[in-house]
């Protein structure tokens, strides 16, 4: 009914830069709040950064100043621009997204395939 796609992810040195994106597609009638979360080999999944309908954003100390999280609601995507990537930032990275949808709409908590981004030292 809803999915999400993610793109972008990849391989980098220390310092480089990556911007992932992510689409909601099929009965979508309203997108709520969106985010990416990650998860290191043998560490917890984390929430990065999430982004509401009305733009508030939040971020985990660790990325701040160096990641930067938007949406496009006309395109219901959102993205996370990762500047001043560091070994420590290597992980899968999950994009979600609470969507309104269905005929009785309600609301589902839908989320991405995930993609790596890996940061060589």
């Known amino acids: 009914q809803v999915q999400l796609v993610e793109s972008g992810g990849g391989l980098v040195q220390a310092g480089g830069s990556l911007r992932l994106s992510c689409a909601a597609s099929?009965?979508?009638?309203?997108?709520?709040?969106m985010g990416w979360y990650r998860q290191a080999p043998g560490k917890q999944r984390e929430l990065v950064a999430r982004i509401t309908a009305g733009f508030s954003t939040k971020y985990v100390d660790s990325v701040k100043g160096r990641f930067t999280i938007s949406r496009d609601n006309a395109k219901n995507t959102v993205y996370l621009q990762m500047n001043s990537l560091q070994p420590e930032d290597t992980a899968v990275y999950f994009c979600y997204a609470e969507v309104v949808a269905g005929i009785a709409p309600e609301v589902y908590d839908v989320w991405g395939q995930g993609t790596q981004v890996t940061v060589s030292p």
């Open positions: 099929g009965s979508v009638i309203s997108v709520h709040d």
